[in-house]
């Protein structure tokens, strides 16, 4: 690889930073949307050193070719030892390749059925006031990781009875009882997802993946609300919804 293929790879990875970040919300499948500004800008930069790279060596070339043969001689390699990068280095046209043909999918079920699951707040707090909310019209529109935080907390058992609605997408169940409707949550990138689900019984499985709005009400376990491994929701009715741009909380 010479210095004008470096200089390429250069843009191009620039090129592939700007154009999931510009023209398309791709990046909201492996970070959080706030890292828009820095991914931007350091495509910037890349694009920039790339350009300048090319355009030095093709100065470079230029000014060899104006000096003659001399020049010619004086930078040959017979020796069979180059100047430029091993071979190994057009392995950086990997992650150009990757976003531009084959782009990787947002993290889905086999993440969520092997990451860890959200752990308990260590603060178990006093559960949510549903007061306001409880007379109105219409189920409550949470997050699923709304919704588990509160069943972690809700001492009182205030939700229960509730309609509320829930967005993810389909897991199996590795135990066997029922699936799991899911997302993951991650605080930088999806290299640290972590996942919240609630377990469903009462519907057949849906295809794994596919995404779903449901609308339904917790069931409280029998013992302390803190104790529950999974939180259990009884679906009244769902529909399959389309993927969210941006699929994690």
């Given at each position: 690889m010479?210095?004008?293929?470096?200089?390429i790879?250069l843009?191009?990875?620039?090129?592939g930073?700007?154009s999931?970040?510009?023209v398309?919300?791709?990046?909201?499948?492996?970070?959080?949307p706030g890292?828009?500004?820095?991914?931007?800008a350091?495509?910037?930069?890349l694009?920039?050193?790339?350009?300048a790279?090319v355009?030095a060596e093709a100065?470079?070339?230029?000014?060899?070719?104006?000096d003659?043969?001399?020049?010619?001689?004086?930078?040959s390699t017979?020796?069979?030892?180059?100047h430029?990068?091993p071979?190994?280095a057009?392995?950086?046209?990997?992650?150009?390749?990757?976003v531009f043909?084959?782009?990787?999918?947002?993290?889905?079920?086999?993440?969520?059925e092997?990451?860890?699951t959200?752990?308990p707040?260590?603060?178990?707090?006093?559960?949510?006031?549903?007061?306001?909310?409880?007379g109105?019209?219409?189920?409550?529109?949470?997050?699923?990781?709304?919704?588990?935080?509160?069943?972690?907390?809700?001492e009182?058992?205030t939700?229960?009875?509730?309609?509320i609605?829930?967005?993810?997408?389909?897991?199996?169940?590795?135990?066997?009882?029922?699936?799991?409707?899911?997302?993951?949550q991650m605080?930088?990138?999806?290299?640290?997802?972590?996942v919240?689900?609630?377990?469903?019984?009462?519907?057949?499985?849906?295809?794994?993946?596919?995404?779903?709005?449901?609308?339904?009400t917790w069931?409280?376990?029998?013992?302390p609300?803190q104790?529950?491994?999974?939180?259990?929701f009884?679906v009244?009715s769902m529909?399959?919804?389309?993927n969210p741009?941006?699929?994690?909380?």
């Amino acid at each position: 690889m010479n210095r004008i293929a470096q200089g390429i790879v250069l843009a191009l990875l620039g090129a592939g930073a700007l154009s999931s970040t510009v023209v398309s919300d791709l990046y909201l499948n492996y970070v959080q949307p706030g890292f828009r500004p820095f991914l931007i800008a350091a495509g910037a930069v890349l694009i920039g050193l790339g350009a300048a790279v090319v355009a030095a060596e093709a100065r470079s070339a230029l000014a060899g070719r104006d000096d003659g043969a001399g020049a010619d001689s004086c930078c040959s390699t017979g020796d069979g030892h180059g100047h430029g990068a091993p071979r190994v280095a057009w392995l950086l046209l990997l992650p150009v390749l990757a976003v531009f043909v084959v782009a990787p999918p947002a993290l889905g079920s086999y993440t969520a059925e092997n990451a860890a699951t959200a752990a308990p707040p260590r603060d178990g707090g006093e559960g949510a006031d549903f007061e306001e909310v409880a007379g109105g019209s219409g189920p409550v529109e949470m997050k699923v990781q709304e919704f588990v935080v509160r069943a972690w907390t809700d001492e009182k058992r205030t939700m229960e009875g509730l309609t509320i609605r829930l967005t993810g997408f389909a897991v199996p169940n590795p135990d066997g009882e029922g699936w799991y409707l899911a997302r993951l949550q991650m605080a930088c990138c999806a290299a640290d997802a972590i996942v919240n689900r609630v377990l469903i019984t009462n519907r057949p499985e849906p295809p794994e993946d596919s995404w779903w709005r449901v609308e339904g009400t917790w069931q409280p376990p029998e013992g302390p609300v803190q104790d529950a491994r999974d939180h259990r929701f009884e679906v009244e009715s769902m529909e399959e919804v389309d993927n969210p741009p941006d699929p994690y909380e």
